[in-house]
């Protein structure tokens, strides 16, 4: 069936790291594919998406490449901030599939 | 701010309850999305309403229910409550473009349901 596997967390990182959210997805079709983040008492909001093979989303320096021949859409941000403690689910389009969630937590 | 409100923002009832959760969508979206998260299950899709009429179902348990009604706002009915049903409720609206697999989704600040 219809998946959205995350790499369990926390993952904790100290300020300016470079940052890795792996996800992997399985789907019947060509799902458009998203990351949405979390912060503390609040809802989610989306942070990037890609609908097609190839393309590459990015916002507030994160990026993802939606990667069909290995089915991932993996998180990068190549400098964390303490602001960006949250977490990060990835979620697929078809069947409304959201992943677990990684907590990310950014040291000072 | 998403634009999407909910109402209440906590709610706090006993085991074998009924009660009404309710969301109002961004001005000129016609989905709406309920979601549960719980801490041992995560986010669960619930349901989606479509312009008023039923669209899409998820893990959405026989003692609760939903509906859009005409002004495109949701309500989501819980009822026979148990201690489990404890959780942050999400609701989410969208815009459902042409292309059914493009489906951006704006959550609102959700719920939070105790059940003593």
């Known amino acids: 069936g219809n998946s959205v596997t995350q790499m369990e967390g926390p993952v904790t990182l100290s300020e300016e790291a470079f940052l890795t959210i792996n996800c992997t997805y399985t789907?019947?079709?060509?799902?458009?594919l998203f990351w949405y983040v979390q912060y503390p008492g609040e809802g989610l909001q989306l942070l990037l998406k890609a609908t097609k093979a190839d393309d590459k989303g990015s916002n507030k320096g994160f990026e993802a490449t939606y990667r069909k021949e290995t089915t991932s859409f993996h998180l990068e941000k190549g400098s964390v901030q303490v602001s960006d403690s949250a977490v990060y689910f990835c979620a697929q389009s078809d069947k409304l599939i959201f992943g677990t969630g990684t907590r990310l937590q950014v040291f000072p | 701010d998403s634009g999407v409100t909910q109402t209440p923002k906590h709610l706090i009832t006993a085991t074998g309850q009924r009660v009404t959760l309710r969301c109002s969508p961004r001005s000129g979206d016609l989905s709406v999305y309920w979601y549960q998260q719980s801490l041992d299950q995560g986010l669960q899709f619930l349901i989606q309403y479509y312009n008023g009429e039923e669209r899409a179902k998820g893990n959405i348990l026989e003692r609760f229910s939903a509906q859009q009604f005409p002004d495109l706002h949701s309500e989501l009915n819980l009822s026979s409550l148990e201690l489990g049903d404890s959780a942050l409720y999400f609701c989410?609206?969208?815009?459902?473009?042409?292309?059914?697999?493009?489906?951006?989704?704006?959550f609102g600040p959700g719920t939070r349901l105790t059940v003593l």
């Open positions: 789907a019947t079709g060509y799902p458009s």
């Open positions: 989410a609206s969208s815009v459902v473009s042409g292309s059914i697999s493009y489906n951006e989704q704006f």
